[in-house]
T-cell receptor, first 112, second 114 residues
C-alpha cells in the first residue's frame, strides 16, 4: 500500500542538540500530522498541519507543511531526555478522504 | 482531560479463539478507528467507523474482523478466529467532527496469540 518515506530512521543525540526529521510522499497530501509514541503507549498527537507552507509550533517542537504538499518537517530544539521516543508522520492523501497514511517512524535517543 | 481508554491492556489467547477488544472513545467524538502495530513496526490502519457503519477498511481487515458500537460509549473490535500473525498492539482512536484527522489514540491492547 501507499507509504510515506520518513527519515532518518533513527537518531542518537546529545541533550541540548536540535533535531530535524522529515517525511516525503509520492503524491500530494492535504494534511500532515506528527505523533510521538513512547514505549508501551499509543501515539500522541503533537502537531497538525492543513495548509501548504504552514509553520506550527508546540513548545520546542516546530513542524512545517512543505510548499510542494509532498513533504513535511519536524524540528525539536534544545532536546531533553524526555524527548526520547518514536516520532511518526502521518498524512492524508488528497485523493483519499478518510485514511491516514503513516510513516515508519524516527526513533530518537537522547544522551543526557 | 478526556482520553480514549482500552481494555484489556493485555490479552493472551490461543490460535483459533475469538477475541473482543474494547474501546471507549472520547465522549463527543464521532469518528472511530482501529489500528494495529506489530512489535517494532509502523502503525497500520485497520478500519474507520462513522455514523454506525464502516467508512473505510484496509486489506488487513478481512472477514475475520468486525467492529461494533453496541451502545453510546463502547467501540469494539472482534477477531473471530485468531492467527499467530494477529499478535500485535491494537490501538483505538477517535476524533471529533471538524477535526477529522486529529486522531486521539488509546493506550492500546497487546494481543498475544499462542
Amino acid at each position: 500500500g501507499q507509504q510515506l518515506n520518513q527519515s532518518p530512521q533513527s537518531m542518537f543525540i546529545q541533550e541540548g542538540e536540535d533535531v530535524s526529521m522529515n517525511c516525503t510522499s509520492s503524491s500530494i497530501f492535504n494534511t500532515w500530522l506528527w505523533y510521538k509514541q513512547e514505549p508501551g503507549e499509543g501515539p500522541v498527537l503533537l502537531i497538525a498541519l492543513y495548509k501548504a507552507g504552514e509553520l506550527t509550533s508546540n513548545g520546542r517542537l516546530t513542524a512545517q507543511f512543505g510548499i510542494t504538499r509532498k513533504d513535511s518537517f519536524l524540528n525539536i530544539s534544545a532536546s531533553i531526555p524526555s524527548d526520547v521516543g518514536i516520532y511518526f508522520c502521518a498524512g492524508r492523501d488528497a485523493g483519499n478522504n478518510r485514511k491516514l497514511i503513516w510513516g515508519l517512524g524516527t526513533s530518537l535517543a537522547v544522551n543526557p | 482531560e478526556p482520553e480514549v481508554t482500552q481494555t484489556p491492556s493485555h490479552q493472551v489467547t490461543q490460535m483459533g479463539q475469538e477475541v473482543i477488544l474494547r474501546c471507549v472513545p472520547i465522549s463527543n467524538h464521532l469518528y472511530f478507528y482501529w489500528y494495529r502495530q506489530i512489535l517494532g513496526q509502523k502503525v497500520e490502519f485497520l478500519v474507520s467507523f462513522y455514523n454506525n457503519e464502516i467508512s473505510e477498511k484496509s486489506e488487513i481487515f478481512d472477514d475475520q474482523f468486525s467492529v461494533e458500537r453496541p451502545d453510546g460509549s463502547n467501540f469494539t473490535l472482534k477477531i473471530r478466529s485468531t492467527k499467530l500473525e494477529d499478535s500485535a498492539m491494537y490501538f483505538c482512536a477517535s476524533n471529533r467532527e471538524g477535526a477529522q484527522y486529529e486522531q486521539y489514540f488509546g493506550p492500546g491492547t497487546r494481543l498475544t496469540v499462542t
